[in-house]
């Protein structure tokens, strides 16, 4: 199921509004009030603004990275913005209570709050534990990664049952999911042999990376004899090889965080507890720096160096980083390559600057894992080849944590929270979790849920939509219109008075994708409805229809439309499969 975005259009949606069949509007009697309509229909009134429960996940360990599970909510302070909070939910989670209560509807609420608060639905949908394992084919050497996976087989024999569910994805050239999320240890077991025979551009990159250096070793040393084999123009041609090194790199290094965006983005609206491991030899934060720092010192030229900063990504991390946390996603980074002394075969043989730059080299691709991890509550795995007992301490995080609720006033906008957890009392351990919180409001996260409703079945259904599609029509040599309709009862949307009228406003969100994983974005239109106050009992029994289409190149889709009411703040999701063209 390949997630590259590559045959997917959507027209400008043409909107058609099926009339009600209502009767002709009466005439107000003589001497009546102007006005005496109410707000009517609609579900109930989600109210954003009101005080409710935010969570944060908190993982306590000591020492050796095994987890604590003495502590008591007076041991921590939560603070938001710089501001503690009191708070008012608390609970430890185990891999024994997982177990124990699968089958239970929730798992929070066992200590209930000082003060009257609405919890959140994060807290009920804690009972999943989401885990992608994601295996970057083009950043890893075979050998390391076939090492590591042989341990992950491990990991999910212990750790795949019930409320767990894994998905296996890759990166070979895009992002692709080798096996959709599921509990049956076997399906994710066959899905990750079947990564170990792919060769990507690592090897290859990195064999460059040598021949580099050794180029600079042999440049330096005729430079130093005064060899007549040397000239200054050769100086010149090896920057300019730095150069192209860096820039490939930069491309490389791009896709590769398109695809890490990608397959978080998938299970944005996926419910529960979200992680995705990551393994891979590393990624460049600068790409070509320890080539332009050892340019830099073999030749005594310190403003090279300074070449490097135009292709630095701290900001594409950052973003990424971000990103994940507004998902609710911990990265687990996994540094294939274990515990090296320098980057490169050829290391053993080069100048101390070599060596210096090319250890500065190695720092630069495994801080990005570090990184990642940090930055969104998970753990990084590098500098070891314990890579048994770094998974052992993945499942523990999977299991074992505490949850922290504590009272928000939500501003019902996307808004971005620092969180900082203290332990007063207990100086030596160590605590994790995600240092930024998004406030979203219902629109974003219905959005999400039309982005993952794409990938997987998702039942949310409130409003009663119905989606349908009629037969598509040849647009041109390639392309077909593809007609669809979503319908819903009136009586679903809240309508406010107007004068003599009833008046509501739905958006509606659409996105489709092709079975070889090619993802339109989502499209947005605000539709507005209304109608006569006296036609109303007769319209609410109706069906409201707003009619769209997608051009689209042959071929197998998944449609999915959500309706959004931002009266009551409540949503509906509808998803449908279709074929178009020839196919």
Do not use: C
């Not at 003060?115 to 639905?121: G, I, Q």
């Not at 993952?452 to 409003?463: C, G, I, K, T």
């Not at 009833?502 to 994983?517: E, H, N, Q």
Request: aromatic content about 8%; overall charge negative.
């Amino acid at each position: 199921m390949k997630l590259t975005p590559k045959s997917v259009w959507l027209a400008a949606i043409l909107v058609f509004l099926t009339p009600f069949a209502t009767a002709q509007q009466s005439a107000p009697e003589e001497g009546s009030e102007k006005s005496t309509i109410q707000p009517i229909g609609g579900l109930e009134f989600v109210d954003e603004i009101d005080v409710t429960v935010a969570n944060v996940i908190v993982h306590v360990t000591d020492d050796d990275g095994s987890p604590i599970t003495t502590l008591t909510k007076d041991d921590f302070k939560v603070f938001l913005d710089g501001h503690e909070h009191k708070i008012t939910n608390f609970q430890l989670f185990t891999k024994e209570m997982y177990q124990d209560n699968v089958d239970e509807p929730r798992l929070h609420g066992l200590d209930m709050p000082d003060e009257e608060v609405t919890e959140p639905e994060e807290e009920i949908e804690l009972n999943r534990i989401n885990i992608v394992l994601y295996v970057d084919n083009e950043n890893l050497h075979p050998m390391d990664r076939n090492r590591v996976l042989n341990r992950v087989h491990d990991f999910v024999r212990d750790n795949l049952r019930p409320p767990v569910q894994m998905m296996v994805a890759s990166f070979e050239k895009y992002p692709d999911i080798i096996q959709p999320f599921t509990s049956d240890v076997g399906e994710v077991l066959s899905a990750l042999r079947s990564l170990r025979t792919y060769s990507g551009g690592f090897e290859e990159r990195e064999d460059t990376r040598d021949e580099l250096f050794d180029h600079l070793d042999r440049l330096q040393e005729e430079q130093r004899r005064g060899s007549g084999t040397f000239r200054q123009r050769d100086l010149y041609d090896a920057l300019g090889r730095v150069q192209s090194f860096a820039r490939e790199q930069f491309v490389n290094l791009s896709y590769s965080l398109d695809g890490l965006r990608t397959v978080a983005t998938s299970i944005t609206g996926v419910p529960g507890k979200k992680t995705i491991v990551y393994i891979a030899n590393g990624l460049p934060m600068t790409p070509g720096l320890d080539l332009f720092q050892a340019y830099s010192d073999m030749f005594n030229q310190p403003s090279v160096v300074n070449q490097s900063t135009m292709y630095a990504q701290t900001n594409s991390f950052r973003a990424l980083v971000s990103a994940a946390n507004a998902a609710g996603i911990s990265y687990y980074t996994i540094g294939a390559g274990g515990l090296e002394v320098t980057h490169g075969v050829g290391a053993g043989r080069r100048s101390p600057a070599a060596l210096t730059a090319s250890m500065k080299g190695r720092d630069n691709m495994l801080n990005s894992l570090r990184y990642i991890a940090e930055g969104t509550g998970g753990r990084a795995l590098v500098d070891s080849n314990d890579f048994l007992g770094g998974l052992e301490r993945v499942g523990h995080d999977m299991f074992t944590f505490y949850s922290l609720g504590y009272p928000l006033s939500r501003s019902g906008s996307d808004k971005v929270h620092k969180v900082k957890i203290e332990l007063p009392n207990h100086s030596d351990l160590e605590v994790r979790y995600r240092r930024r919180f998004v406030e979203k409001s219902m629109e974003t996260q219905t959005q999400d849920k039309v982005i993952s409703a794409l990938l997987y079945d998702v039942d949310e259904n409130p409003f009663g939509i119905q989606l349908t599609s009629d037969k598509p029509t040849q647009a041109s040599e390639e392309r077909w219109m593809q007609p669809a309709k979503v319908s819903f009862p009136l009586e679903s949307i809240a309508l406010l008075p107007e004068g003599e009228e009833y008046v509501g406003r739905v958006i509606m969100f659409l996105a489709a994708r092709d079975s070889d994983g090619g993802q339109s974005d989502i499209v947005r239109k605000e539709h507005e409805i209304r109608i006569p106050a006296a036609d109303y009992e007769v319209a609410k029994t109706q069906l409201f229809s707003i009619s769209s289409r997608l051009l689209l190149e042959s071929g197998s889709y998944r449609l999915a439309v959500a309706l959004f009411d931002p009266i009551t703040r409540q949503s509906s999701l509808k998803t449908i499969r279709t074929r178009v063209g020839k196919y």
